[in-house]
T-cell receptor
């Protein structure tokens, strides 16, 4: 079974630009979550999607947005990039069907804003 | 909201040593996972363990839900065990994983 796939792995953008990151979950997983990891703030929740609907959103400005497609693949977009957006962005998928199933993470996208 | 505390923050050991990492949480949870983050940033799921005990090779974990803590045991440490170990929990009242600050483990050859 293929794992969670995130693309691209690395990205360098300039302040003011926008960026789109992609996440393909494990086959059959309909829940996709996004997290931002920085040295200063640790791992912080961005949002979770289930069946193309955003179920919950973390405490991030409106520049951070996302969506999920009918095949459960998800994208997150950051507009008007700031230097502080430099981080590792991690995507996780999980199967919501009962107890015993946790989150599986992708390898992440490392974004550098210059 | 739930608070998650991990200890110790840093641990340096010689190859072959055993170690115990602790995770305390402030409220009841329905999901508790231990992850190992490798130097490339990949979060590797070690255990899904909201309660009870599990073992996988040299690693084992125990969660005592009634006392709100979990322990991760690493036996006969290898240099490849180095990295940061995170505990993350989720409760019925929220959709997100709440993370501890991690334990940075360095295994010296």
């Amino acid at each position: 079974k293929a794992g969670v796939t995130q693309t691209p792995r690395y990205l360098i953008k300039t302040r003011g630009q926008q960026v789109t990151l992609s996440c393909s979950p494990i086959s059959g997983h309909r829940s996709v979550s996004w997290y931002q990891q920085t040295p200063g703030q640790g791992l912080q929740f961005l949002f979770e999607y289930f069946s193309e609907t955003q179920r919950n959103k973390g405490n991030f400005p409106g520049r951070f947005s996302g969506r999920q497609f009918s095949n459960s693949r998800s994208e997150m977009n950051v507009s008007t990039l700031e230097l502080g957006d430099s981080a590792l962005y991690l995507c996780a998928s999980r199967w919501i069907g009962g107890a015993g199933y946790g989150y599986t993470f992708g390898s992440g996208t490392r974004l550098t804003v210059v | 909201g739930i608070q998650v505390e991990q200890s110790p923050p840093d641990l340096i050991l010689q190859e072959g040593a055993n170690s115990t990492l602790r995770c305390n949480f402030s409220d009841s949870v329905n999901n508790l996972q231990w992850f190992h983050q490798n130097p490339w940033g990949q979060l590797i799921n070690l255990f899904y363990i909201p309660s009870g005990t599990k073992q996988n090779g040299r690693l084992s974990a125990t969660t005592v839900a009634t006392e709100r803590y979990s322990l991760l045991y690493i036996s006969s440490s290898q240099t490849t065990d180095s990295g940061v170990y995170f505990c993350a929990v989720k409760s019925d009242s929220n959709y997100q994983l709440i993370w501890g600050a991690g334990t940075k483990l360095i295994i010296k050859p």
